[in-house]
């Protein structure tokens, strides 16, 4: 009955802390598009795509006790940053074990910024089209951020390099 809710708090155990609801629902997302087992469904929103399921699930985790929210005030934003409880601990087991190329696929992408994560997120969101058809989607849905040529090609390496991290998985 809970097994969704058990493999996002095995993901914030594997990543052992996120730093920031965008960034949470970015590695969800992309990990999502590495065909990763997490059910949440997806829309583009304001910051790329946004799972409301992820949202709830992550609030009633936090209201049950096995993840723990910490607010820190970074002066011109604020950030939420998750970790598992003992409760949590307890609670994984509930969980299927995880896939052997999980961890190193959160590992990488916890190290990215949330701006990077958008971007990859995003192009992956637009994945059915051509990669011109894609940057260009993304220079119109995120023409704020200004995302350079190199920075799209550094997510498209990014991708690249996720797909083969993640494909003995398929």
Known sequence: ??????????????????????????MVYILKK??????EK????MYGPYSEELTLRVEELCEMGFLAERFEDKGSYKQ??????DEGSKFISTADA????????????NEKSSRFLELVSTLLFFDQLDKEDQIAKVRIVKNKLNFTDQEMEQAFDFIE??????????
């Open 80 to 85: 939420y940053c998750y970790q598992v409880t």
């Open 42 to 45: 997806y829309e583009l929103h």
């Open 1 to 26: 009955m809970l097994q969704e809710h058990a493999k996002i708090v095995q993901f914030i155990s594997l990543a052992n802390e996120v730093n920031g609801r965008k960034k949470m629902q970015k």
């Open 161 to 170: 390099e996720m797909q083969v991290s993640s494909v003995s998985y398929m």
């Open 34 to 39: 590495m065909n990763f087992p997490f059910a």
């Open 98 to 109: 995880p896939k052997e190329q999980l961890p190193g696929c959160i590992e990488r992408l």
